[in-house]
């Protein structure tokens, strides 16, 4: 029978130092780290660093520095409930809307970019987690900004794999996106979100969005062996629906088949479902269960239908997976 997590009102806080990293970028990310920050102090945020897109592509063309705008939004994710927390993450979030160049940007971004100028990536981002009373810290994957190019089956062209680069295209690829690789393809991993793997007690991957967050957390090199022997427990979520473009038609299944593909040397401790995602065949307890985890379910979106998980929810299903293991 497949372990079905309680949803409380309040998560229970974990006693001691619990050490989590939590890797990936975007929405999902912001939303495991939501959760996480409910139950842990010892939270690190992994993010990706490929965005193209947006005010973060604006500025990483003018500046030649990191794509600022995901790890604006882990920073944001972890500011606290209080007056203080939800004023700066409003601050952080707020953009720009004018017809002169500061049109589009964040507030975030800006003042990150600023940071770099003045001190390296991780000093810089300390500083904002320092600012906003962060419950946490945040981290990026990797020292150099990196793109992402993809193998594509176009809608127009199925026969044939046709590459796509760059993380904005291939999330709204006409398509079905095969695999994806990342240029530089051995880019130096930054090192405190190494060591932050090797010492964790739980290492969290996704959700997300599965091909441009996911899985480029995977591909650097020495992030990816540092999760591979980590002794971590490692638990993956699931996204709640399929992604126009980036992941239609696949399937929960498919989405740990193209992990697995990714980095087939990866096992994983415990797979987290949302209830809508099981199918009455056990196809997707069995799957988990060939990357060594169990299979954990709950409802876990913030209304039915949608794709957004519940923070509070997470949290709940986060709590049980960690206290069961």
Known sequence: MIPRTP???????????????????????????????????ELTGVVTVADNGGSSGRLREELGGL???????????????????????????????SGGPLNGHAVGNLLIAALWDQHDHVAGLDLVGDLLGAQGRVLPMASVPLDIEADVRLTSDPDRLTIVRGQVQVAS?????????????????????????EVADWVVVGPGSWFTSVMPTLLVPELRDALISTPARRVLVLNLTEQDGETEGL????????????APELRLDAVIADTSLVDMRGTLEAAARGLGATLFVSDLAVTPGSDQHDPASLAAAFGHVMRQA
């Open 251 to 262: 399937s929960p299944t498919d989405h740990l088949e193209v992990l697995a593909a990714h």
């Open 173 to 197: 690829v006409d398509g079905q996106v095969v695999t994806v690789r990342l240029d530089p393809s051995d880019p130096p991993a930054c090192p405190q979100a190494v060591e932050a793997v």
């Open 67 to 97: 794509p600022p705008g995901d790890l604006r939004m882990a920073l944001a994710a972890l500011c606290g409930d209080d007056d203080w927390g939800r004023t700066w993450a409003s601050v952080l979030q707020h953009r720009f809307s």
């Open 7 to 41: 949803r409380p009102a309040r998560p229970e806080r974990f006693d001691g130092d619990l050490k989590v990293v939590s890797l990936g970028g975007g929405h999902g990310l912001a939303a495991s780290l939501s959760a996480l920050r409910r139950l842990t102090t």
